[in-house]
């Protein structure tokens, strides 16, 4: 069984956010997807089950500790190596990612030596605008400020964050200093991503505030449309997103939100290297 490296919201290789992908994981429980998620020491790992159509597959995202309902780079980066193994020199291909409670629509096209892939996230759902009690609150668990010009809300696309705006210093700063799980969970949220309006930057890390991720698609939606609705960026036109800098990674997440409201998420993509399995599906837990 071969597995795939690539790189999601890459201008070139080494930069963007790092995936582990499995092209066809025929065979494998979702104990040996978690066991290989955390061996491959990605933030996240795709593996891809064929269906009866050519261009749609059953997509499971895990990351280090459970398995996503909802994620971005992962199925931009599975779109791209969709297209280097069965759409051969086409310029343009489409697809359907099939996650346990949305299908997703996803493009590829061949750009220089990688490609671009974009997703339509659908509709963003606008969840609980926090006090402004717990926003500062929040905002000093991670050592920051709350941006108090703009409200932080739950938001989601398929995963809801807690969109918190906080100047830049803060975001410069930020680290986890607190348990949030208990407001979390009180507000429905899974994440808090950390967002400097001004430069349209943002930061987010894993519930334990130890892993911070490079570039997070399954963000990119909700803040697209959260900054559409606020007016800081006009409907059906593109526009960007950052993320990356701290960890030396900058990454570039295109955006957009038509006019009736759906979301799409975009970026290049590299492939960097392909590895293959010594075990047998039966070896593995």
């Not at 493009?107 to 892939?117: E, H």
């Not at 739950?154 to 680290?175: E, F």
Request: with cysteine.
């Amino acid at each position: 069984m071969q597995y795939w490296q690539l790189d999601v919201f890459a201008e070139r290789p080494l930069a963007g956010n790092g995936l582990a992908a499995f092209a066809d994981a025929r065979g494998l429980s979702a104990s040996a997807m978690q066991a290989l998620t955390i061996e491959l020491r990605q933030f996240e790992s795709i593996f891809l089950l064929p269906t009866a159509s050519a261009d749609c597959f059953r997509a499971h995202i895990f990351t280090a500790e459970e398995e996503l309902p909802f994620a971005g780079h992962p199925l931009l980066g599975a779109a791209a190596l969709l297209h280097h193994l069965h759409a051969g020199e086409q310029h343009e291909s489409h697809w359907q990612l099939e996650l346990r409670e949305k299908t997703v629509p996803l493009s590829s096209q061949r750009r220089g030596s990688g490609f671009y892939t974009e997703m339509n996230q659908g509709n963003a759902e606008f969840g609980a605008v926090l006090s402004s009690q717990q926003a500062r609150w929040l905002a000093e668990a991670f050592g920051s400020e709350h941006d108090s010009r703009h409200p932080a809300q739950v938001v989601s696309t398929g995963l809801p964050y807690v969109l918190l705006p906080v100047s830049s210093t803060g975001l410069a700063n930020a680290r986890q200093r607190e348990n949030m799980q208990p407001l979390l969970d009180e507000l429905g949220a899974a994440f808090v991503f950390l967002m400097d309006v001004d430069a349209a930057e943002g930061r987010t890390w894993d519930p334990e505030g130890v892993i911070e991720d490079i570039a997070t698609g399954s963000a990119a939606g909700p803040v697209a449309a959260w900054r559409v609705a606020r007016g800081l960026n006009q409907s059906g036109e593109p526009f960007s997103l950052h993320q990356g800098r701290f960890l030396r990674r900058p990454s570039q997440l295109d955006v957009q939100v038509s006019a009736d409201g759906q979301v799409r998420v975009g970026g290049q993509v590299q492939l960097l290297a392909r590895g293959e399995l010594l075990l047998s599906a039966g070896q593995l837990p």
